[in-house]
């Protein structure tokens, strides 16, 4: 069946640095998702991505939708300790009428 | 009014109860989603109702009984669960059904199954 590969499962930065988390999908996706999900809490859309090599930018984050869209990162730059929770990607290949949800990267951010 | 709201926000029952999760949002979404999320994974799609009719079902066991009965609520009734049923269910709404458009989730309820 589809699946959205989703790297790292877990990522331990110190405050200011620099985290990246990869989406990879075997079948070319028509869109691709990202939400957040604190500790505790339910997912939040943060943005889509729809067209081969789009960027978007939002504050500190930078996603990016390959060129082939079969992949998708999330780049956040000088973290702080409100970043800290699970980030999943989430893509729609073919004719699948549903969102397929990455493992999710957990970020752990240490002040 | 961009709130999905869930309740109860926590539930245990026992393996023979009969119980209903609901769901609810008032931002004229016409889709509703219904998911299961155990600790550490993502959340897993039950169910998806388009218009209010049940457009997508994941195979998901007889036990778990989903009804939407107006373009705002949603429900999921569950009876005879299994332990390995505890889990966080979460309900979202997207503007219309299809997954090219963003989901508001709501905050969930966490069941505990005994």
């Known amino acids: 069946g589809q699946q959205v590969m989703q790297i790292p499962q877990y990522q331990h930065v110190q405050e200011g640095e620099d985290f990246t988390t990869y989406c990879n999908s075997s079948?070319?996706?028509?869109?691709i998702q990202w939400y957040k999900q604190r500790p505790g809490g339910h997912p939040v859309f943060l943005i889509q991505l729809v067209k081969s090599g789009e960027v978007k930018k939002q504050k500190r984050l930078t996603f990016q939708f390959g060129e082939a869209k079969k992949n998708s990162s999330l780049h956040i730059t000088a973290t702080q300790t409100t970043d800290v929770g699970t980030y999943f990607c989430a893509g729609q290949s073919g004719g699948y009428n549903k969102l397929i949800f990455g493992a999710g990267t957990r970020l752990a951010v240490h002040p | 009014d961009t709130e999905v709201t869930q309740t109860p926000k926590h539930l245990v029952m026992g393996m023979t109860n009969k119980k209903s999760l609901k769901c609810e949002q008032h931002?004229?979404?016409?889709?509703m989603y219904w998911y299961k999320q155990k600790a550490k994974k993502p959340p897993e799609l039950m169910f998806v109702?388009?218009?209010?009719?049940?457009?997508i079902n994941e195979s998901v066991p007889s036990r778990f009984s989903p009804e939407c009965p107006n373009s705002s609520l949603l429900n999921l009734h569950l009876h005879a669960l299994q332990p390995e049923d505890s889990a966080l269910y979460l309900c979202?709404?997207?503007?219309?059904?299809?997954?090219?458009?963003?989901?508001?989730f709501g905050p969930g309820t966490r069941l505990t199954v005994t």
């Open positions: 109702y388009s218009y209010e009719k049940l457009s």
């Open positions: 931002m004229g979404h016409r889709a």
């Open positions: 979202a709404s997207s503007q219309v059904p299809g997954a090219s458009y963003e989901q508001y």
């Open positions: 079948t070319t996706l028509s869109n």
